[in-house]
């Protein structure tokens, strides 16, 4: 062998020669897509932003997708899933969006330190936003949103609402312009001195009377407007719970 073989090659050949890689250079894999709703172009950008996310968190993000629960109820399959993902995975902390095509249900739940920074209210919040995808059957598009939703929402302490209209940066900006029009306003309210002319300035108090006083009705207009009514379905159901591995979650789920 030639002696001066660069130590990257001899590296290489080695772990060819033993039958693979060392266990640091495997991929962690977080699209599960049984039932065949996403693209292979798809599930490879997913991986690659639920991995880029996951790492900057500390929180996996995982998709489930199935045809069929067999049965079980879609929080149940998805608990049953979370248990063995876990113990195999030694990994406690995940967000995980499961979808059940056969009763088209969708659960989102939070495992770990992501029950409290995405509690159930949140969960509610990220639901409102990719229902839509999945009706439609954006189910890429109802995950990347999960996981940015998700992850922007994890940034906050629990307990805040992180739709609050006091955290938005347009409000902000609202309330910094009406109180810098209010200074201006003051300012510009004592520049030329005081006004004293009034409208009894220029009326004789004395010989000036009202002649008449009239009141004339003239038409009636009635406008009606339609209440609309919600047709899109997709009532709410879940909340957190525990698995039957003992592993406690937040949650909450929605047909679409």
């Given at each position: ?18 039958g693979g890689w060392p266990a640091f250079a495997q ?130 302490r629990p307990g805040v609402n992180p739709e609050s ?92």
């Open positions: 062998m030639n002696l001066k073989m660069p130590v990257a090659l001899l590296l290489m050949l080695f772990f060819i020669t033993i991929t962690d894999q977080h699209i599960m897509d049984n039932a065949g709703l996403l693209t292979e172009s798809q599930i490879a950008e997913l991986e690659a932003f639920a991995a880029q996310h996951s790492q900057k968190e500390g929180t996996d993000f995982l998709f489930l997708s199935t045809d069929s629960t067999g049965g079980d109820t879609i929080v149940k399959y998805m608990g049953d899933f979370f248990d063995q993902w876990a113990e195999e995975n030694n990994q406690e902390n995940a967000v995980l969006l499961t979808i059940d095509m056969g009763s088209r249900e969708v659960y989102l739940a939070g495992f770990g330190t992501a029950q409290t920074k995405l509690d159930d209210s949140r969960v509610d919040l990220v639901l409102d936003r990719i229902v839509p995808n999945l009706r439609v059957g954006d189910y890429g598009g109802a995950f990347r949103k999960t996981v940015e939703t998700s992850s922007r929402y994890m940034e906050y209209i006091f955290l938005k940066t347009w409000f902000h900006l609202a309330v910094s312009l009406l109180l810098g029009g209010i200074v201006v306003g003051s300012m510009l309210a004592g520049v030329g001195g005081r006004v004293t002319t009034t409208s009894s300035t220029y009326i004789d108090q004395n010989n000036t009377r009202v002649r008449s006083e009239m009141d004339r009705f003239r038409n009636k207009t009635v406008s009606r407007r339609r209440v609309p009514q919600n047709k899109g379905g997709g009532g709410g159901f879940g909340g957190g719970g525990t698995t039957a591995g003992g592993r406690s979650f937040s949650g909450g789920g929605r047909s679409f």
